[in-house]
């Protein structure tokens, strides 16, 4: 048969499918027909659905009536302008309370569960036997999917483990005694299982992380076994499902990894979803038969499907500026199914073919090319999901062809996010049932050729994009070709195996380069080394990394005579040419990412993403400082006739460059970039725990092509070296991160002016917070929990932007508390430079010793929650575990003072207004965040948190420059936020330069001799 043909029986099997389509729909006034009223009513117009499926997906999380009906009016209200006229009357009149509020919200929540119960088939195993009974009755075969996402404790992920053993007991045991169905429960082959189960991976373990592919197939490996075994015992089938592009390779593993096992690489009863939206999924169905055919030698199922996360994985790759990992047009991923379908047929023996689709033109496409090749129409099935289109089910099974239905069960709570993912799919623009069914689209246009013009440039098969299409990564070591346009640097996707490869290579190269000894270099030479500071990995304090030179007094003051040496030349020296230094070193970066990114695992106890992120944000503050730079220094005119007026920037002199070791490499290049960029030499003081990865800057400067004198390193003890550089005369800027203590005595000394100094010298600051995270009563638990335990031990609680404080609404504070405490048990603490670290040591003994002092005193304050038990670990490195304290008061010194550390403090409070009271009374000002899914107190929140830096549902960490400019006030700073528009403007003095042109009356025209 050839291509034609196939073409042409494909569009002849849509049309029967179509004329079997029941279309009269439910009988009037039956529940049914109510339900899609009602779900036509709420989906009809745009604004309206978007603001009713956001009050679905948060309605579990409400207790109360005035809370559902306050929820219900905030969300309209949100859209109240774009609303239909008669949702704006009915929201001038509706109740909050009373007996018409408890009616509207008995309405509310009646309507959620049945609406949920036409997608869910029960909460508990004889509710989904009940339905698969009725399925079977009606002659479908079904799959079980246990609802839920990704688990955020290891107590969530063993009761996912137990609830998959109940479902397959109890369903095993009732299928014993069904009747035979030949249609449901054999194939070409002979006997099928009757019971079929799916089981996502990331639910069995809840620190699934494709960084760690090892560890996450290990731990995954303890729970799914026993799950297979069961299914093996009871003649079930087990189906792998897909989630994120990210978990795609370490399922994949997982899938291989258990199949190739002496106890299940003979049992053909086991299967895997793939996605036909990814571009990467033909070249892994072509590794799958292979592994299948010439490793296993025992077949498995394939389960294709188009995908569900499309809006997620075009946001994520939007937001790192990733490569799309799935086609942007839907006509794409119809035909790439179409090409799996094929591909699948021909290799069935090896790969058998479930269809999961309600795409008629899919459908067909599958029976026509099985026909082609000789398929036997029981090698295969079609799968769908249950509630959706079931005149569509019938129709397929009128054919003859065994169809299974995907059938969700589990509580309320857990299946709201699946649910809401229904109703989107039933009525996004680009649904195959929305425009066949309710929009009436043509037949013959809905089995068109996906390949085909028509289909490619059709209004429905190619609706306009909701996001902005997200460009491809730059390439590791390539300029921008916008350099006007700044755009952040990639993080890098360790999901990729190549990217654990260069990072494991980078480690092991480093490794061979430890115990160097670094020298202070100062006006472009390498000063003598006497005195040195020695840096141990905090990981493994046994680990020698370097040690570099520590300056004496005479040398800070060389230091700063270079520098001042160098000013005028760099001063006078064009703000292209400065700028077009950052860029260089930007360049360096990217050429070395991986080995810095190994430098700042080994000597300051980052984890792999950590210090990747450490290397993307260095790069950001050269670029972006470059391009600032060169705007900033254009001069700004006024003239007027006979006059020229012109005011412009020019540097302020000698910066000294104070910087901690908790961004090792990307404050100090930041706070440099800034001060060099725009005409101010520059001594770069690091922090005494960090100075070989300062070393490593310094070399980046020096290939870039920096001047002498213009980038001095200057390693030392704080102690010694410090007052020299920020008390001395021919110091204009004073950059300094650090602790509230000393940056408030460096504003103190520098307020001075000795004799020989003629300016007042400026002082940037950044002096640290006691952050805190609001969780509204409404919150999203698994995000809130999730958020905060990220924020808090995220770098073991080192970041001046730790979220180390939780303040949480009494109706949720017990709730959250557990399961806090659960989600803190389960991070895994390890070396830093272990892919599967959560968090790693504290930056050195000195620390550790204070943070346990810290925890020692919370302990008589407030009521310890939960304390890490180290192990062997603590006498290994310099480790702290995650610490938790509960019932804390406000006043208490461990909810007022930083600690630096993975300690947190969880406070409740009566209510919004109480907690942002809790919240203000500190007096720092950094960052702070909050939970909530009620507009009104998210509004409240943005208003009165008075923070420099306001996260909304989100950890309250990781800050990209430019995107969220970072700095506070009150005592956690001083000058404007770094990577913000007007960060270069502390370098910089304004002057204004005036001249008359008139000259005895006369005077020229205006642009002459330009």
Request: charged letters at 25%; a neutral charge.
């Amino acid at each position: 048969m050839t291509a034609a043909d196939t073409e042409a029986r494909t569009r002849q099997i849509g049309r029967e499918v179509f004329a079997r389509i029941d279309r009269s729909g439910p009988v009037p006034l039956t529940k049914a027909w109510l339900d899609d009223r009602l779900m036509g009513i709420g989906t009809s117009d745009p604004a309206l659905k978007v603001q009713l499926f956001r009050f679905v997906d948060t309605l579990p999380y409400l207790k109360t009536t005035p809370e559902i009906t306050r929820h219900l009016a905030e969300y309209l209200r949100e859209a109240e302008r774009d609303l239909p006229r008669w949702v704006r009357a009915g929201l001038s009149v509706m109740p909050r309370g009373g007996p018409l509020g408890g009616l509207l919200a008995w309405a509310a929540r009646t309507g959620a569960r049945q609406m949920a119960r036409r997608f869910i088939a029960g909460s508990n195993v004889p509710e989904v036997s009940a339905t698969v009974r009725a399925l079977r009755a009606r002659r479908f075969a079904f799959t079980i999917d246990l609802l839920g996402e990704a688990t955020i404790t290891e107590v969530e992920a063993d009761h996912v483990q137990k609830q998959y053993l109940e479902l397959l007991a109890g369903l095993c045991r009732e299928a014993a005694g069904w009747a035979d169905d030949p249609l449901t429960d054999r194939d070409d082959r002979g006997p099928i299982p009757r019971v079929n189960v799916s089981v996502k991976l990331s639910a069995l373990y809840s620190q699934f992380d494709p960084i760690d592919p090892e560890g996450t197939s290990r731990a995954v490996l303890r729970r799914l076994r026993p799950i297979l075994e069961a299914a093996r015992a009871g003649g079930a089938f087990v189906n792998f499902d897909m989630e994120q592009h990210a978990f795609k390779d370490v399922t994949l593993r997982i899938f291989k990894d258990v199949l190739t096992e002496p106890a299940f690489r003979d049992w053909p009863h086991v299967g895997i979803a793939m996605q036909a939206y990814l571009r990467d999924t033909e070249a892994n169905l072509d590794a799958l038969m292979k592994w299948a055919r010439d490793e296993r030698r025992c077949r498995v199922t394939v389960r294709l499907v188009k995908g569900a996360y499309w809006d997620y994985e075009t946001v994520i790759a939007a937001q790192n500026d990733w490569p799309v990992p799935v086609f942007t047009r839907k006509p794409e991923s119809d035909a790439c199914f179409e090409r799996c379908t094929d591909f699948l047929l021909e290799h069935s023996d090896w790969l058998v073919p479930a269809f999961g689709s309600h795409n008629v033109r899919s459908m067909a496409h599958a029976i026509a090319a099985a026909e082609a090749k000789g398929v036997d129409p029981r090698r295969f099935e079609f799968q769908m999901l249950y509630g959706m289109a079931d005149p569509l089910r019938d129709a397929v099974r009128s054919l003859g062809h065994r169809v299974r239905v995907y059938t969700p069960y589990g509580q309320l709570l857990p299946g709201m996010a699946y649910l809401v993912r229904r109703l989107l799919e039933n009525s996004s623009n680009d649904s195959f049932l929305k425009a066949s069914f309710a929009d009436g689209a043509a037949e013959e246009v809905l089995l068109s050729d996906p390949a085909s013009p028509v289909i490619r440039h059709s209004s429905f098969e190619d609706p306009p994009m909701d996001h902005p299409r997200p460009q491809a990564a730059p390439a590791e070591g390539r300029v921008p070709k916008d350099e006007g346009r700044f755009k952040n640097e990639p993080p890098t996707d360790f999901a990729r195996e190549d990217s654990r490869a260069a990072m494991r290579a980078a480690l092991a190269t480093v490794r061979q380069q430890l115990g160097r000894t670094y020298p202070a270099i100062v006006g472009g030479r390498a000063l003598p080394v006497g005195a040195t500071i020695e840096r141990v990995n905090p990981s493994r304090t046994a680990e020698l990394i370097g040690r570099t030179a520590s300056a004496s007094v005479d040398e800070a003051n060389a230091a700063v005579a270079a520098a001042q040496a160098a000013f005028d030349t760099w001063r006078d020296t064009p703000v292209d040419e400065r700028a077009a230094l950052l860029r260089r070193v930007a360049n360096q970066f990217r050429r070395r990412r991986f080995e810095l990114s190994a430098w700042i695992i080994l000597e300051t106890g980052k984890p792999w993403r950590e210090a990747d992120a450490d290397v993307a944000e260095a790069i950001d503050f050269c670029d972006f400082y470059a391009a600032e730079a060169v705007k900033l220094h254009t001069p700004h005119r006024r003239d007027v006739a006979g006059e020229d007026n012109t005011t412009f920037y020019e540097p302020r002199g000698v910066a000294v460059v104070i910087a901690p070791w908790n961004f090792p490499l990307a404050i100090l290049t930041g706070m440099t970039a800034a001060a060099v960029v725009t005409g101010n030499p520059a001594i770069m003081k690091p922090a005494e725990q960090s100075g070989v990865i300062a070393a490593k800057l310094m070399e980046c400067f020096e290939a870039a092509g920096a001047p002498p004198g213009v980038v001095n390193y200057l390693p030392g003890e704080g102690e010694v070296i410090g007052p020299v550089l920020t008390n001395h005369p021919d110091v204009a800027v004073i950059a300094f991160t650090g602790s509230m203590k000393v940056g408030l005595l460096i504003q103190e000394q520098a307020a001075r002016t000795p004799p020989g100094q003629a300016f007042v010298k400026r002082v940037i600051a950044e002096m640290g917070g006691k952050n805190a995270v609001i969780v509204d009563s409404d919150a999203d638990l698994d995000e809130a929990v999730k958020g905060v335990v990220d924020g808090a031990f995220g770098y073991a609680g080192q970041k001046c932007s730790a979220g180390s404080r939780a303040i949480v609404l009494a109706g949720i504070y017990d709730q959250f508390l557990a399961r806090l405490i659960e989600a803190t048990r389960s991070l895994t603490v390890a070396p830093a430079d272990e892919p599967g670290a959560s968090l790693g040591p504290v930056i050195d003994a000195e620390a550790r010793d204070r943070i346990r002092a810290a925890i020692e005193r919370g302990k008589s304050e407030a009521r310890l929650a939960y304390e890490t038990d180290l192990g062997p670990l603590a006498g290994q490195g310099t480790y702290v575990g995650p610490t938790v304290f509960a019932d804390v008061p406000e006043g208490a010194w461990i909810a007022q003072e930083e600690i630096f550390g993975p300690v947190l403090a969880v406070t409740r409070a009566n209510d919004l207004d109480d907690a942002l009271r809790i919240a203000n009374g500190t007096k720092f000002a950094l960052t702070g965040g909050v939970y909530s899914r009620s507009p009104e107190h998210i509004a409240a929140v943005k208003r009165r948190f008075r923070v420099g830096n306001l996260y909304v549902n989100r950890k309250c960490t990781g800050a990209l420059v430019d995107r969220q400019p970072f700095g506070g006030f009150k005592l956690s700073g001083i000058g404007s936020k770094a990577g913000g528009p007007d960060y270069l403007l502390q370098f910089v003095l304004p002057r204004t330069v005036t001249e008359n042109q008139l000259r005895r009356g006369f005077a020229p025209e205006a642009g002459a001799g330009e």
